[in-house]
């Protein structure tokens, strides 16, 4: 059992920043990747960023590449979001996910294992 927790959520003016952090417990592995997604209300669930388990390969999703870094900090078991010139639309929860295997960065189906979110609001 693979545990992610992510915390850094909260309240910010458009043109703010926030910086998300989910750590891993339990049992892990050596190589994984991992990634973020985000619902908001009504909507799917969204793609937002992605890393290689090394970190040398990152992925965006369009509506946040140059705004936002995925960074990891393989031995303290933890990947970070810094999310820049933040907008309204940027509101929703945020999910922490990895993937053992058979990893497709975009791709939610590809993850086995997720957290349980943290709220980002930005208000206009």
């Known amino acids: 059992q693979v545990q992610l927790r992510e915390s850094g959520g909260g309240s910010v003016q458009a043109g703010g920043s926030l910086r998300l952090s989910c750590t891993a417990s339990?049992?892990?592995?050596?190589?994984?990747?991992m990634g973020w997604f985000r619902q908001a209300p009504g909507k799917e669930r969204e793609f937002v960023a992605a890393?290689?388990?090394?970190?040398?390969?990152?992925y965006y999703s369009d509506s946040v590449k140059g705004r936002f870094t995925i960074s990891r900090d393989n031995a303290k078991n933890t990947q970070y979001l810094q999310m820049n010139s933040l907008k309204p639309e940027d509101t929703a929860v945020y999910y922490c996910?990895?993937?053992?295997?058979?990893?497709?960065?975009?791709?939610?189906?590809?993850?086995?294992?997720w957290g349980q979110g943290t709220q980002v609001t930005v208000s206009s």
């Open positions: 996910a990895a993937s053992i295997n058979g990893w497709l960065p975009g791709d939610p189906g590809s993850y086995e294992y």
């Open positions: 339990g049992r892990t592995f050596s190589r994984y990747d």
């Open positions: 890393i290689m388990w090394s970190g040398t390969n990152t």
